[in-house]
């Protein structure tokens, strides 16, 4: 879902409150034994429970209520909640602590205290939103991450991400969260996942209705602005709306803590929200929240340029320390960009060519200031260097081998894909479109690419590099070229999880490079042969074999 930008916030929120949503007698917070209720003022009334009634889905803390104009859209068996409830977020810490307060009768804030854990609720007067926010001092150690998981009744909400859509699915395809159809097309939470940078809310419609997650600056998540994991799933109950702060799956960074996360439910008539810059928070400044950082003490980040870049990529400036993360697109023309609200610090700045990392530096964040970078060029891309052949193209993505535009909504198992193991890839007539995106011990080991070389190139060693932007338990490449055989690579630094089969092919991009001596190519006008192979020691069967992802192949002259 792209961000979109509106003319006017105030102009848009009139017109869907009078067009959608009768507003009550008044905007109030009302208390009694088990629950705060808060009436917004435009047509949304929500509660908030204050005390454990002993059911295991649902908490004190939790979202209990959800009613649109009388109509109530959350599920009464389960809570609405951070992970599986605010009583389950740390070892040896159950017990939760819920508060509201009434701010002038403009705004109310509920907040809920669970371990090293605070979450708030807020209201502000005529607006049929709920503002959240999350701050954790350390990272809940139960199920390790934090995230948001909406549990709404999908009877009123029935539109939804198809490929997280889970409620018609007949059998299991992989551990318990990965379901296919009777056809054998493929569904799971996984497959709702949108680059993080692409993404401005996830939401699903019914009847005249909209509810929405929409996302705030993602400062304390973790994994970068390409960062893929599960934002819905929808049951035959429950439509699951999910803002993820940070996940263990694929994930390739440590979390960060010490942050507060903002996002904010909007509820509407079923159309597109605002994204987050379009939504008024300056007034949280008012509401005493912890882990506030006010404008004023922030700093931003201007290039004036980035030359060397490669017009057919889009380019996108990360930043990133142990404290918080950040990013911006570069202007396709001049390279220019820029990046506010940045917290205070020194930051790594990563140059990305689509997702591919092509220049690195530090750049350094002062309260109230801007730092402005002079126009630098990108020298770091392997596609600058001269090949004899490629096979597709370095940009961190292997978006453009074979099955590439269907890995993240889809298991490499779905009737959709393409036959894993197709034919020889013959150099100067085969397309990168036929070479595998993902190779695996199991499934399409050993694939052979044929070429030739001119007398003067078989004169000569020649490096081979494979780069990979994710592999799977320990996999990684080798290769063998005719009657010659590299040695077996170091495994890389990849995250710990599943990742092929669960939607991602995002970890740490690596480069494998095999020096093939002259004495090894086949002689005259003979077709070399080389063949790549998945190798390692560890992983399961199948498409859950050792396995990775590929970036680009090449042979360099």
Known sequence: MKKIKYISIITWVLATCAASFSAQAAFR??????????DTNAGVVFSIRRTDNGVSTQSAGDLASLKINGVEYQNQKRGSQINSGFDWLYKNTSSVQVSAQNYQNQYIKITV????????????NGYPYIYMATYFASEPNIHGHVRYILRLQRSRLPNGPEP???????????????FALSNGETRSKHYSNMRLKDWSSIGATGSNVGVWLVRGSQEGGSGGPFYRSLLNQATTTDQEITYIVNYGEAQTEAFRTGILN?????????????????????WFSQMGLRGYVAESN??????????????????????????????ATANPA??????????????????????????????????????????YEITGDPSSDNAIWRIGDWDGTPREFLNGDKLTTMHPSDVR???????????GSTQASAFPAYMWKDINNDHVIYFRLSNEQRAKAHRVRIGITVAYSGGRPKISVNNWTSSNPSPSSQPKTRTLTVGTYRGNNTTYTFDVPASAWASGNDWNRLTVTAISGSGMSGFL?????????????
């Open 29 to 38: 917070l009302s208390t009694s034994n088990d629950f705060y209720t808060v």
């Open 113 to 124: 205290q669970a371990g090293d854990l605070t979450h708030y609720y807020m209201a502000r």
């Open 164 to 178: 997280s859509n889970i409620s018609q699915t007949v059998s299991t395809v992989e551990a318990s969260d990965i």
């Open 262 to 282: 903002h996002y904010t439910m909007v509820i509407n008539s079923g159309q597109e929200p605002p994204a987050d810059g379009d939504i008024n928070l300056s």
């Open 298 to 327: 922030r700093g931003k980040v201007a290039g004036v340029g980035i030359t060397g870049r490669d017009s057919n990529y889009e380019y996108t400036v990360g930043f990133a320390n142990n404290r918080a993360q950040y990013w």
């Open 334 to 375: 001049s390279g220019y960009f820029s990046r506010d609200n940045m917290l205070p610090g020194t930051y790594t700045m990563t140059t990305y060519k689509n997702e591919l990392a092509v220049n690195t530096q530090t750049v350094t964040v002062n309260a109230g200031q801007t730092t402005v970078l002079h126009s």
């Open 417 to 427: 894909m393409a036959d894993w193991n197709p034919s020889n890839f013959i150099v």
């Open 545 to 557: 074999s050792a396995g990775y992802s590929i970036d680009s192949i090449d042979l360099l002259n």
